[in-house]
């Protein structure tokens, strides 16, 4: 009787034992995910790099002689032309100078008068048979000295005279004063810079390109040129010069791009020089938030089997960053759907789950489904 009553009582806690296990068994997630389709590989890559406008020929101008400056009348933004004074010194040294060298000229002159005057008078004495030959050949040794003399001091005369007027810097050429090196009351040697004088005309953007990349760019090579401050101003530039050797600090190529004539351009501005380069590679577009890191620390993406709707790592080689997003060379092909929002949740084998427009996208990419253009 006891076990009769007992069965039912195993029964039911049988059948509730094995509802227990069955609400502990956690079901399988399923994470939803957005994806992009990955578009045919490129074989060409977009250059980018950033440089300042300035003028083609731009030189410091410092006096040819050296000096204490006694007055700058110049400052940075300044507009000057040819033959404008930017700068003076004390000239009162090369005055002296120049007066002393006047003085000695006239003393050569008045030399090379009495020395032609006895010469003249011993050749008339030896046509007399008077004088000795010896008499006029040391006659006209003397003259021929105080020739020389006389030439020597006219040259002393001109050095002063160019030296009084190298202590006032005139401007070569019209531009414009784009910075200040010295001012009133500092003592400069000859060449020393006092003030740079960006020459009007021909404007150039002048970069630093690595040097991986500096094949990309050769003398008359047409680029694209835009500017930070004016995002409507696009200009064709032409590649002018590329630099023979590397900078040995920064390791990178001097190159500047001459700029056709717009008055909307103006020295110092930012601009960007772009320009399309072969690649000797396939690379993959992708936006920056498909991109994470492996267990090894490496480059990897999500991948979205369409069949089974599960995700799978893949390692890639990142080649660069551009303002869509980066660039890989390997690990994809055409056609992969790849994951972009998520990837933080993935692991491999994870079940997900696409919006409505990625599932069409992958029914398409998988043949599941016709587009409709086809069934008509």
Same mark, same amino acid.
């Given at each position: 009787m006891y076990k009769k009553a007992l069965l039912p009582l195993? &029964?039911?806690?049988?059948?509730?034992?094995?509802?227990?296990e069955t609400a502990e068994t956690p079901k399988?997630?399923?994470?939803?995910?957005?994806?992009?389709?990955?578009?045919?590989?490129?074989?060409?890559?977009? &250059?980018?790099?950033?440089?300042?406008?300035?003028a083609r020929s731009e030189a410091p101008a410092g006096f040819r002689v050296g000096g204490k400056i006694v007055d700058r009348q110049v400052d940075i933004g300044d507009r000057v032309v040819a033959g404008d004074v930017l700068a003076r010194i004390d000239a009162t040294d090369y005055e002296l100078s120049f007066a002393s060298a006047r003085a000695s000229l006239l003393a050569a002159e008045r030399q090379l008068e009495t020395a032609d005057f006895a010469l003249k008078r011993a050749d008339q004495l030896f046509k007399q048979q008077v004088a000795a030959k010896a008499q006029l050949e040391q006659a006209q040794?003397?003259?021929?000295?105080a020739v020389a003399a006389r030439d020597s001091a006219r040259a002393t005369l001109s050095q002063a005279e160019n030296q009084v007027g190298y202590a006032v810097l005139k401007a070569d050429r019209d531009g414009i004063v784009t910075a200040v090196h010295a001012d009133a009351g500092q003592v400069v040697a000859a060449g020393t810079p006092v003030v740079t004088v960006a020459v009007d005309g021909e404007k150039e953007v002048s970069i630093a390109v690595p040097e991986g990349d500096v094949f990309a760019f050769s003398p008359g090579k047409a680029v694209e040129v835009g500017f930070w401050s004016n995002d409507n101003l696009a200009l064709n530039g032409t590649v002018r010069e590329v630099a023979g050797s590397a900078d040995a600090a920064s390791r990178t190529f001097a190159v500047r791009v001459s700029l056709p004539a717009d008055r909307r351009v103006l020295l110092g501005m930012t601009a960007s020089v772009k320009t399309v380069a072969d690649s000797d590679q396939p690379l993959f577009s992708l936006p920056l938030s498909a991109l994470a890191r492996g267990p090894s620390d490496r480059a990897i993406v999500w991948t979205v089997d369409p069949a089974a709707q599960t995700v799978h790592e893949r390692p890639v080689t990142v080649v660069d960053f551009s303002e869509a997003g980066v660039r890989v060379s390997d690990g994809l092909k055409a056609g992969d759907l790849v994951v972009v929002a998520g990837t933080q949740f993935m692991t491999e084998d994870l079940k997900v789950k696409l919006s409505d427009g990625d599932a069409q996208q992958a029914a398409l990419a998988t043949g599941s489904i016709v587009p409709s253009s086809q069934t008509r």
């Open positions: 195993l &029964l039911v806690a049988t059948l509730a034992g094995c509802s227990a399988e997630p399923v994470r939803p995910v957005k994806v992009v389709e990955i578009a045919p590989a490129a074989t060409t890559r977009e &250059l980018s790099y950033s440089g300042a406008v300035r040794l003397t003259h021929n000295q």
